[in-house]
Every structure is written in C-alpha cells, then in structure tokens.
C-alpha cells in the first residue's frame, strides 16, 4: 500500500515494436509553447501514462526544504529567475525554456519538512557550457539520460496537495499494470506553463524508472 507522504519510483522492463521520437529539434510538443524543453523518445503507453526516454541534458537547479511545496517551489523559481535574469558570474540573461521541474523528496511524515528541489531546464544554446551562479544556492545539474513514467493533466494547480494526488494516482496506475518494483522516494512535478495562462494549462508527474 502505498503511504501518502513516500511516493515510489517505479522500475518496469518495457518491450516496445516501435521507439518514436516525439520531440525533434524542429517539433517541439504543443505543451512547449515554442520554448525549448527535454527532448524525449515515447517508447509506450499504459492506462493513464507514458513511458519516456529523456536525453541527457543540464538543468540549473535549487533546493528548498520547506513544509509546504506553493511556497517553496515559489522560492526556488524566484531564485531560478534571478538567475536567469543576469544574477551569474558572466552577468548574461538565460532564455526561459520548460518545463519548471520539481523534485519532491517526501518528509516522513505530516510534520516534517520535504526537500524541494526547483530545476529550470537550460535552453539548448547554452546547454554546453551554463552560465555560472553567483548565488551559492543555486547550482547546475547535468541530468544523464533516464527513462520517466509521465502522466498528464489539465487545470490551475493551486496547493501541492494537488500534485500529491496526481503523484498517487500515477503510482496507482503503475500498480494496477503489474508493475511492482518501487523505490520510495522521490517523484517529479512539471509545470510548463506561466503563472498568467488561466486555460490549457499542462502539467506532468514524472516517476523515474530506476
């Protein structure tokens, strides 16, 4: 069963007739909206997910222990923002690309803090060599290739009880198709949308296949 505040990565040894590319340089997916974002291969679907294989890409990224995901995702993309702005070592603005990635490492349990981890994926333009930070507190992630189980969803997502429950769901899905290899530990949210856009919006989780 599984326990709301561990969430499980998910291992699944998938056979696919045909690997398709969904992301070229030239086809970004809708949900993009023209911006860079990870390019991915879909290898397969199931009952209320995807199976992805994500390249190998960098990501500048900050962490943030907190109680509640609104308020620390806020401030690790401020912080993100900052540094995309012109707040690194070369003093040059960053293009904003998607999506904004969160890594959420579940406390133990309701009174503990969770450790949130807010990553902007670095445009392809500087992906060989990122700005450097000025702030301490922000670092770049060079993410090797992995594979994610993605399920999406519509809507305004307005507390991070939200995304708990899709993070659920997602695991439910994977359980109800025999997959049954889990590491109770970290799961992602992807936002690909501004703060401003009210409708369309497209949101992911992310369970990472290990």
């Known amino acids: 069963m599984l326990q709301l505040y561990v969430l499980p990565l998910l291992v699944l040894s998938v056979c696919a007739a045909d690997n398709r590319l969904v992301y070229r340089d030239n086809d970004k997916p809708a949900f993009c909206h023209k911006l860079d974002c990870p390019k991915y291969s879909l290898l397969t679907t199931g009952e209320g997910f995807e199976v992805r294989q994500y390249e190998a890409a960098k990501y500048s990224s900050t962490l943030v222990s ?11 993309f401020m912080k993100l923002f900052d540094y995309i ?15 904004v990635a969160v890594k959420v490492e579940p406390g133990q349990g309701p009174a503990c803090e969770s450790n949130y981890t807010v990553n902007f994926f670095v445009p392809f333009t500087d992906q060989d060599s990122p700005p450097v930070p000025k702030d301490s507190s922000v670092f770049i992630t060079p993410m090797p290739a992995f594979t994610a189980y993605v399920s999406s969803f519509p809507g305004y997502i307005f507390s991070g009880a939200t995304w708990t429950k899709h993070a659920v769901e997602l695991a439910d899905a994977l359980t109800a198709s025999n997959i049954t290899n889990f590491e109770k530990s970290y799961y992602y949210t992807a936002g690909y949308d501004s703060p401003a856009t009210l409708f369309g919006r497209h949101n992911e989780i992310w369970m990472i296949q290990v």
């Open 85 to 99: 702005q012109g707040d690194n070592e070369q003093g040059v603005e960053v293009a904003m690309a998607a999506p």
């Open 66 to 76: 907190a109680m509640d995901y609104k308020k620390a995702s806020y401030k690790g």
